[in-house]
């Protein structure tokens, strides 16, 4: 009986530890299942924190993008009011720059009316040599009547009388610079002409053949042989003469005057070999 009942105690106490032990496993188990249960809440509010974070972020975006346009459109009024600004100080030097243009044509229009007042004053001051010139040659020819009686004044032989000048026309042909010196040598000169009549005539005599005048720009400048100003005194050229041109192979440019065969002139090379005209008053 006795070991019955200490068999029966020990299954007894085998039992209640048993079943202390069942308890306190439960115990833990259920302690476990709450701490793993708080965790999980943890992590869940963690969680949506972060969601409102996020969403808070993007609605503070879109509040931003929302303002961008506005931004926008005031950067485009500020460029705009940059764009005025920068038109308003280019017409601003634009109408300086006309305003200094128009001075400038104005004293361009001034300088223009003077130099026709002094080519007036020297085509007069020409005219009147021409006057005082053609009275001295005429006093000449009254004395020269008197003296001679009724005789008329005559030019050498093979010249050609027109007015009051006598007109030599070569037979043959020379470079300019040697025809000016043959006309020296008759104490004549290379033929100048002063007007419109005394070019026809000139034309008349040259019979439609190249002739060399008296009239050369080798030093740059066009002048007459006998020192007539040549901006005072009528031209003939030919439309879009004189030229220098350059291509005739000869060298250097055209220097010397001819007339051509419609009578007009043109500038050749001066070593051209032309007959040539001299001149001389009676």
């Known amino acids: 009986m006795s070991k019955e009942y200490q068999d029966l105690q020990c299954l007894q106490e085998e039992e209640t530890s048993s079943t202390v032990s069942k308890t306190t496993g439960s115990a833990m188990k259920a302690y476990k299942m709450q701490s793993w249960a708080t965790s999980h809440s943890s992590r869940l509010l963690y969680g949506f924190c972060c969601f409102c974070a996020v969403l808070l972020i993007v609605i503070i975006t879109l509040i931003v993008h929302l303002q961008k346009p506005e931004v926008k459109d005031r950067s485009f009024e500020y460029q705009l009011g940059n764009f005025s600004v920068s038109v308003k100080t280019q017409v601003s030097q634009i109408t300086q720059e006309g305003t200094r243009l128009?001075?400038?044509?104005?004293?361009?229009?001034?300088?223009?009316?003077?130099?026709?007042?002094?080519?007036?004053?020297?085509?007069?001051?020409?005219?009147?040599q021409k006057v005082l010139g053609t009275l001295g040659r005429l006093i000449d020819r009254v004395h020269k009547l008197q003296l001679n009686g009724s005789q008329d004044?005559?030019?050498?032989?093979?010249?050609?009388?027109?007015?009051?000048?006598?007109?030599?026309?070569?037979?043959?042909?020379?470079?300019?610079?040697?025809?000016?010196?043959?006309?020296?040598?008759?104490?004549?000169?290379m033929v100048v002409i002063n007007n419109e009549d005394e070019q026809n005539y000139v034309f008349g005599i040259a019979k439609t053949q190249f002739t060399w005048i008296g009239l050369t720009d080798s030093d740059g400048e066009w002048k007459w042989s006998d020192g007539t100003p040549y901006n005072t005194s009528p031209k003939f050229w030919i439309p879009d003469q004189p030229d220098n041109h350059f291509g005739h192979g000869l060298g250097g440019g055209e220097d010397c005057a001819h007339l051509h065969y419609n009578g007009r002139w043109n500038d050749d090379h001066c070593s051209r070999r032309?007959?040539?005209?001299?001149?001389k008053a009676i």
Not at 173 to 180: L, R
Not at 274 to 279: A, D, G, S
């Open 153 to 189: 004044p005559v030019c050498p032989v093979d010249w050609h009388r027109f007015t009051l000048s006598c007109y030599y026309v070569s037979k043959s042909g020379y470079p300019w610079e040697e025809a000016k010196t043959r006309c020296e040598g008759f104490n004549s000169h």
């Open 274 to 279: 032309y007959r040539f005209i001299c001149e």
């Open 102 to 128: 128009m001075e400038k044509i104005t004293d361009l229009e001034t300088s223009v009316k003077k130099i026709q007042n002094d080519l007036s004053i020297g085509s007069l001051q020409s005219d009147m």
